[in-house]
């Protein structure tokens, strides 16, 4: 049935949620397959009972342990099917119920931190996508942390604020939809010599920003005025990266003539500094700023009511911030970030809701504030509505997604999952907050320690008042976190490497309910991994971080299931546990395959009663999760890349995260946050386009990787021979077959090791050391006895 989200009044429909009809089928089939997984359990128990060797026990141990990990994590993956719904808005009705002058305001959140990981143009087209939303401009603010400290990045934004001067009223002259410039000149746009006129503006304005990254520093010839020049002489000798000053800039003035000049030119001289405003600004990159060690730096690129778009229309608040650092205050990466973010928001603009994004995340759809509104909006949930999330979308996946970047669970399939409930988790970008939801909980208001970071606080001076810009810098110092409860109790929380999972999970169990909205037209798109050692490396550290919440106070089995109740504390713990996949994905990989060489049985023979066990809960898992994954808008060979990937990453960032998050308990290994490189490569990108995994860098990742590959084709091949030489075809069955199963997934691998010629084959140093430790393995095992 469909149940109104709107009270039941003359008022327009705003937004609606159903239920899936698959409810049903999806509780009677998690029925029956758990008790199938526990008979499987009670056999490895009693084989394991009737044991008469240590080894025939230790084998039914690991086996018994292994599929007990197996079933617990199948057991979380169901808590999303027990009630998953589907929701619809209808943002033509919002101007029915309120009017646009009683929009509320907006604060946007956009976080980097390495020019050289992240591009600073990719940056640039996320906050114009954003600036050019289909919303007031005086109730729309944008901040942009660089906690790199990196004057590149202010460069970037410096030209991005004289070219946003054309491109936002060009999209609203043009009725864009396509609002992020890279993505609009790469499509079929419309052919005129208007818009022929902005990509030329739009390509000068890449260039310089390009050049500038690529030498490595802001110089005199690319700095056009007085006020640039005082904002980049914040940046002195002993700014770094990991100690600096604040830094805060706003700087956002009309210079149409002066562009187009300067793109006529194909140069900048010092008569283009107009003012000292624009002098300092560039200043603040001193001979001594690192992005290792550097001052806080805050940059106001535009303000509301002072500067406009060639037009006269205002333009939306930019504002560039890189909070102080020094290496002698934790900085909590992301989170910190974000914290900083959110005091510095709320002391110049404080807007009621606030919009987080990864710096490559572009909007894709200017109507998606007034999607948010539908909900925020209508005031019989807007009291527990903590958090709009949508999904990420990502543009460039190849045709099979072969790293399964795509994420359909993660992004599409949960999310729907826990909106039948109290709604999905925070994923970290394309997220829309109401800023109430990081002081406590709905009934238990925590209040900050200034009365000027309070969510109702009114700003009544302007954003470059200086009042309002000493207390800026003052709540984005290193130090005014101390002996706070900013990460614990308010704000963004601290903890994990994954901030956004652990900061939606402990809102969630505050009493804090959120919605899945997921529009035809994707809210957001953003750029994928193109290598499989980013791949790796990113999903080992969301490994590292999600076992630090599992093993926490705040467990989701044990505080998420009291807080939430059972189903949501599972559907959290699943996501938490993510790692352990590797203890039965590694011991399957090796442990029958060394068995199959010798000979030995350790599953039902195929005329055995148990085999049709195994069978069904292999079938059934299988089935079950290939029709979820289609029904949800994908394909067989989506989903074929999606299940070799969990294989592959069970014997790699898995196990690899679990290690070290192990070695880290133990205090004798320690972590960061490595980014993932957003910096596409042109050889990499022909290979990814078409479908060839890139192995090109030696990676410790890859040698159990290799080596699994390599134990699994002699085992499978080695079987098959023995089979025919009179082995016991009927009792080796089983490990044939997975054998077998997993040299087809192990395909590319074989490729890279082998037949590739290219520069991402798999390194010939790796393929030596996986040799090795294959013979050795097959070296152990047949010294072991096995009677």
Known sequence: MEAPAAAATAKPLLHTLTFSRATVANRVFAAIYTCAVLALLYHHALTALSSTTFLSFSLSLAFLFADFVFGFMWSTTQSFLMRPAHRRVFPENLRKVMREEDFPAMDVFICTADPHKEPPVSVVNTALSVMAYDYPAEKLSVYVSDDGGSDLTLFAFVEAAK????????????????????????????????SKQMKVMYESMKERVENVVDSGKVTDDYITNERERQAFNKWTRGFTRHDHPTVIQVMYESMKEQVENVVDSGKVTDDCITNERERQAF???????????????????????????????????????????????????????????????????????????????????????????????????????????????????????????EFKRLFLIHPMGMDGLAGPSYVGTG?????????????????????????????????????????????????????SNWGSKVGFKYGSLVEDYYTGYRLQCEGW???????????????????????????????????????SKYSPVTFGVWAMGPIMGHCYAHYAFWPIWSIPLTIYAFLPQLALLHGVSIFP??????????????????????????????????????????????????????????????????????????????????????GTFEFGVESPMFVPLSTAAIVNLIAFFGGLVGVYRGGDFDGLFVQIFVAGFVVVNCWPIYEAMVLRTDKGRMPTKTTLISTFLAWALYTAASHTPHK
Not at 174 to 181: A, D, I, L, Q
Not at 319 to 337: E, L
């Open 605 to 690: 023979k195929v005329s055995d009663t148990w085999f049709f066990l195994y069978a069904f809960l292999f079938l059934g898992a299988y089935a079950q999760d290939c029709l979820v994954f289609i029904l949800c808008e994908g394909t067989f060979q989506r989903w074929w890349s999606d299940q070799r990937m969990w294989m592959l990453r069970g014997v790699t960032s898995y196990l690899f995260g679990s290690i070290e998050f192990l070695t880290k308990c133990l205090g004798i290994a320690a972590h960061g946050f490595n980014l993932t490189s957003k910096v596409l490569d042109g050889e990499q990108s022909k290979r990814y386009d078409q």
């Open 431 to 483: 997220c829309f907050f109401s800023r109430r939801v990081f002081f406590g909980g709905p009934s238990s208001f925590v209040s900050p320690e200034l009365p000027e970071l309070r969510p109702d606080h009114v700003v009544k001076e302007p954003i470059q008042a200086q009042s309002i810009l000493a207390m800026a810098h003052h709540v984005a110092d290193c130090k005014y976190e101390d002996q």
């Open 163 to 194: 070219f946003g001067i054309h491109w936002l009223p060009f999209c609203r002259r043009n009725k864009v939809v396509e609002r992020c410039p890279e993505a609009y000149f790469g499509s079929n746009y419309p052919q005129s010599n208007e």
């Open 283 to 405: 200043n603040k990159w001193t001979r001594g700023f690192t992005r290792h060690d550097h001052p806080t730096v805050i940059q106001v690129l535009s303000e509301v009511g002072k500067d406009k778009d060639i037009t006269g229309e205002s333009m939306p608040n930019l504002i560039y911030v890189s909070r102080q650092k020094s290496r002698n205050s934790p900085h909590h990466f992301k989170g910190g970030a974000l914290n900083a973010l959110l005091r510095v928001s709320a002391v110049m603009t404080n807007a009621p809701i606030i919009l987080t994004l990864d710096c490559d995340m572009h909007s894709n759809d200017p109507q998606t504030p007034h999607r948010v509104l539908c909900y925020f909006s209508d005031a019989t949930i807007r009291s527990k509505v903590g958090y709009i999330q949508f999904p990420q979308r990502f543009h460039g996946l190849n045709k099979n997604d072969i790293y399964a970047s």
């Open 513 to 551: 309910q959120s919605v899945f909205c997921h529009p035809n037209r994707p809210a957001f798109l953003g750029d994928v991994p193109i290598t499989l050692n980013d791949v790796l490396n990113q999903n080992k550290r969301w490994s590292v971080g999600l076992l630090e919440v599992a093993f």
